[in-house]
């Protein structure tokens, strides 16, 4: 039985899990209404840091087409209950895994650094708050092929709609920080490689009348999502897909952001391409310079930035992204990161990193992991081979022609293809992949989703008439079953 979610994103888990108790009542008073109930045990693969017994579930049924279950859906809610009639094909169990392999349908994109002499990266489109599907990035950038890649904002009440859920490098300029040590996706793209890092963020702002530490950017104060972040609530943990708070914040924005920063109550400083405070305003919201930057406080922070940004002061920003060894990670224009999570191949082995990445949510019953972890979804996943070559994969979901990936199978597959390193990237009615001007796959949602501009872009500088001469050019599987 699943429980509706009231959450806005289509790709949100429903509560479908509980107690073995509480899934027996269900399953009892459905057959005094009538309905032929059963309770399931749920076991999940083992992960690296999860998975095994995750709950109990009640079902009803067993039905050759959706259409079929009707009359049963009927009684179901008749007795009070939600329900909806699901294909068990994707369900991600620990039996379902071993004894059935898909059908699944991939889009493989393979940059070998040796032979393609175009530029990997990533886009974000004209600015960071707007969403836009990977084909219009696509064919913007006059791209070769491009899939979707990071997590964004989906919905307005937990930040910039489109804003990147974790760390995003563009052009080299670091325009969103990192989720806590999430994995993320770097990319050279001065020599087509890429490379899987654990990054964290560091910053602060600093004048003749001190310093101060720099939470975020280029994203709405307060307004955390995936949390991870220094005094978030109500965890500075990572935590997929919840939006975490935080009333006291110092934001920079930089002109990429949009038009105009949020606005609200605060303070917000206006700093030029010299690092002058220009204004100082009592409330946020504003336009920020070229070549400059913006700085909003909130909360205990408005006094802070108020006596270290008078107008006319030198305000300097020190952002960067650290390394696993603490090291500052050089950026240049080449240079691209994007977020993603968890990761799924280290070393050549699967090493799916859930808890630790934030795909575990506490007390809920494990219905979250249930959904997002456990069972088969459409997926994007990316990582690099042992001869050095970036990989970009998608695999279609929740339809009979393909059933999508659990994480687990998703790292198999990972290391089928050949992957040394691979992590998870947005999946989903986001995962599309794009190659000569068209989609090349079956997005879930029956058509290609906007998203967050966090789409990887080959640019081509030649032509060729021999398509296998052309690395970077997709390779579309048959169905694996």
Same mark, same amino acid.
């Given at each position: 039985?699943?429980?509706?979610?009231?959450?806005?994103?289509?790709?949100?888990?429903?509560?479908?899990?509980?107690?073995?108790?509480?899934?027996?009542?269900?399953?009892?008073?459905?057959?005094?209404?009538?309905?032929?109930?059963?309770?399931? %045990?749920?076991?999940?693969?083992?992960?690296?840091?999860?998975?095994?017994?995750?709950?109990?579930?009640?079902?009803?049924?067993?039905?050759?087409?959706?259409?079929?279950?009707?009359?049963?859906?009927?009684?179901?809610?008749?007795?009070?209950?939600?329900?909806?009639?699901?294909?068990?094909?994707?369900?991600? /169990?620990?039996?379902?895994?071993?004894?059935?392999?898909?059908?699944?349908?991939?889009?493989?994109?393979?940059?070998?650094?040796?032979?393609? @002499?175009?530029?990997?990266?990533?886009?974000?489109?004209?600015?960071?708050?707007?969403?836009?599907?990977?084909?219009?990035?696509?064919? @913007?950038? %006059?791209?070769?092929?491009?899939?979707?890649?990071?997590? &964004?904002?989906?919905?307005?009440?937990?930040?910039?709609?489109?804003?990147?859920?974790?760390?995003? #490098?563009?052009?080299?300029?670091?325009?969103?920080?990192?989720?806590? /040590?999430?994995?993320?996706?770097?990319?050279?793209?001065?020599?087509?490689?890429?490379?899987?890092?654990?990054?964290?963020?560091?910053?602060?702002?600093?004048?003749?009348?001190?310093?101060?530490?720099?939470?975020?950017? /280029?994203?709405?104060?307060?307004?955390?999502?995936?949390?991870?972040?220094?005094?978030?609530?109500?965890?500075?943990?990572?935590?997929?897909?919840?939006?975490?708070?935080?009333?006291?914040?110092?934001?920079?924005?930089?002109?990429?952001?949009?038009?105009?920063?949020?606005?609200?109550?605060?303070?917000?400083?206006?700093?030029?391409?010299?690092?002058?405070?220009?204004?100082?305003?009592? $409330?946020?919201?504003?336009?920020?310079?070229?070549?400059?930057?913006?700085?909003?406080?909130?909360?205990?922070? #408005?006094?802070?930035?108020?006596?270290?940004?008078?107008?006319?002061?030198?305000?300097?920003?020190?952002?960067?992204?650290?390394?696993?060894?603490?090291?500052?990670?050089?950026? @240049?224009?080449?240079?691209?990161?994007?977020?993603?999570?968890?990761?799924?191949?280290? @070393?050549?082995?699967?090493?799916?990193?859930?808890?630790?990445?934030?795909?575990? %949510?506490?007390?809920?019953?494990?219905?979250?992991?249930?959904?997002?972890? %456990?069972?088969?979804?459409?997926?994007? &996943?990316?990582?690099?081979?042992?001869?050095?070559?970036?990989?970009?994969?998608?695999?279609?979901?929740?339809? $009979?022609?393909?059933?999508?990936?659990?994480?687990?199978?998703?790292?198999?597959?990972?290391?089928?293809?050949?992957? +040394?390193?691979?992590?998870?990237?947005?999946?989903?009615?986001? $995962?599309?992949? +794009?190659?000569?001007?068209?989609?090349?796959?079956?997005?879930?949602?029956?058509?290609?989703?906007?998203?967050?501009?966090?789409?990887?872009?080959?640019?081509?500088?030649?032509?060729?008439?021999?398509?296998? /001469?052309?690395?970077?050019?997709?390779?579309?599987?048959?169905? +694996?079953?």
């Amino acid at each position: 039985m699943a429980i509706p979610s009231d959450s806005p994103d289509p790709d949100a888990p429903t509560s479908a899990l509980s107690s073995q108790a509480t899934a027996q009542r269900t399953a009892d008073k459905l057959k005094a209404a009538g309905v032929d109930a059963r309770v399931e %045990h749920v076991q999940s693969p083992q992960l690296a840091d999860a998975g095994g017994d995750l709950g109990f579930r009640a079902r009803a049924g067993h039905f050759a087409a959706q259409a079929d279950g009707a009359s049963v859906v009927a009684k179901i809610k008749a007795a009070g209950f939600a329900s909806s009639v699901i294909y068990t094909g994707w369900d991600g /169990d620990s039996e379902t895994s071993t004894k059935t392999r898909g059908p699944w349908n991939l889009d493989v994109i393979t940059i070998d650094p040796r032979k393609y @002499d175009g530029q990997l990266a990533a886009s974000f489109g004209p600015d960071l708050e707007k969403r836009e599907t990977t084909s219009q990035l696509a064919a @913007d950038a %006059h791209a070769i092929a491009a899939v979707n890649a990071g997590f &964004f904002v989906f919905d307005p009440k937990a930040g910039a709609e489109g804003d990147p859920a974790g760390v995003g #490098v563009y052009g080299g300029r670091i325009l969103s920080e990192a989720v806590a /040590d999430r994995p993320a996706l770097v990319i050279d793209g001065k020599k087509n490689a890429s490379s899987i890092q654990r990054l964290t963020w560091s910053g602060k702002i600093a004048s003749s009348a001190g310093e101060a530490a720099l939470d975020g950017i /280029d994203r709405v104060p307060g307004l955390i999502r995936n949390c991870g972040g220094a005094n978030d609530l109500p965890t500075s943990g990572p935590l997929q897909d919840v939006t975490c708070t935080n009333s006291s914040e110092l934001v920079t924005f930089t002109p990429e952001f949009g038009p105009a920063t949020p606005a609200g109550p605060g303070l917000e400083v206006t700093v030029d391409s010299k690092d002058t405070v220009t204004s100082v305003a009592e $409330t946020r919201g504003a336009a920020v310079p070229a070549g400059g930057h913006t700085i909003q406080a909130t909360g205990t922070d #408005v006094a802070r930035l108020r006596a270290l940004a008078p107008l006319g002061a030198k305000l300097k920003i020190d952002a960067g992204l650290l390394g696993q060894d603490g090291k500052p990670l050089h950026t @240049d224009k080449a240079t691209s990161v994007v977020n993603g999570g968890p990761l799924l191949v280290k @070393d050549g082995s699967v090493d799916v990193t859930a808890r630790h990445d934030g795909m575990v %949510h506490p007390n809920d019953g494990n219905s979250f992991y249930y959904g997002w972890v %456990h069972k088969r979804n459409p997926r994007t &996943f990316a990582g690099t081979d042992a001869q050095g070559r970036t990989m970009l994969v998608t695999a279609d979901g929740r339809s $009979t022609a393909s059933l999508g990936l659990s994480l687990k199978e998703e790292a198999d597959v990972a290391v089928s293809l050949g992957m +040394v390193q691979a992590m998870n990237l947005d999946g989903g009615g986001s $995962t599309t992949a +794009v190659a000569e001007g068209r989609v090349q796959n079956s997005p879930s949602g029956g058509s290609e989703r906007a998203v967050g501009m966090r789409s990887w872009y080959f640019p081509p500088v030649r032509t060729t008439s021999r398509a296998e /001469d052309v690395p970077g050019e997709p390779a579309r599987s048959s169905p +694996v079953s």
